[in-house]
């Protein structure tokens, strides 16, 4: 992959992300192929991704979709919910994959150590994007914030091969950045990502009103995320955390919120049950979290 300008990328779920990353690359020249189940690839090969965004624009990008991996790639993009995961890695085959990047896109800390197991350890490379982006209809993608940032980590990945991949979702329009700490990669998102996600699907308010009429409970559910970080090796500063929280627009409702309106399976155990798990192992209290975890469950989710 170091001597290629172009690459072979494969995305496995062309969802808001997936199929965000996919559109980008594609325009950038790079030779896309989108894995996702039959309707959806039909509908790809035909209709092609449409993208909307006040970013990058309003543009189609021409992409290959196919059901499973069925060609030597460079790497493999995972974009698929957690709750997704097993089911869509059956499209991804060893074999075929050989020795290409592994760059799962998923929210939460465990899927990395799953990923090992079925791959190449040394070729996954865990990946945060900051980013809203939503698949509106199969191929037509909306990406709503004003940037889409990429953060590229994987502690037995070669750094070639990171930093070919960063240069080209850079060269696609991304802002991106190679991390030598995955654990401080993924933890810094988590810090942000469970309090974000458990509170506003658990009083189901977007996040101003959950600023203000539970501020208490968010800063204290941030405070024992931020004290899991840290035990995990993934320091976080809670202050800063709470700055981000508080400039996001008011009407922002999390991924996890919207599943639940949409009678959607929920990352819970992805976001929230590995959070209480690392709690756990390193005995931090989490009460806070604990509760509004049970809670969840007891909800039915």
Known sequence: MTTKSELRVAVLGPGGIGGLLAALLSRSGHRVVCLAGDETAKTLRTAKIQVRSGLFGDFTAEVDADTELREPIDACLIAVKATALDEALTRVSPAVLGDALVVPFLNGVEHPRTLRTRYRPDRVAPAVIRAESTRVAPGVIEHGTPFAEIDLAGDEVPQDLLDALARAFSDAGLTTRVLTDETSALWAKMALLAPFALLTTRRALPIGDVRTRHREELTALLEETSAVSLACG???????????????????????QRDA??????????????LLRAADRHGVPAPVATRVVGELRAAGH
């Open 261 to 274: 309106e949409a009678g959607r399976p929920l990352e819970l155990d992805a976001i929230g049950g590995a």
């Open 234 to 256: 993934g320091p976080v500063d809670p202050a800063q955390v709470l700055a981000r929280l508080d400039a996001f627009p008011p009407t922002t409702k999390s991924s996890m």
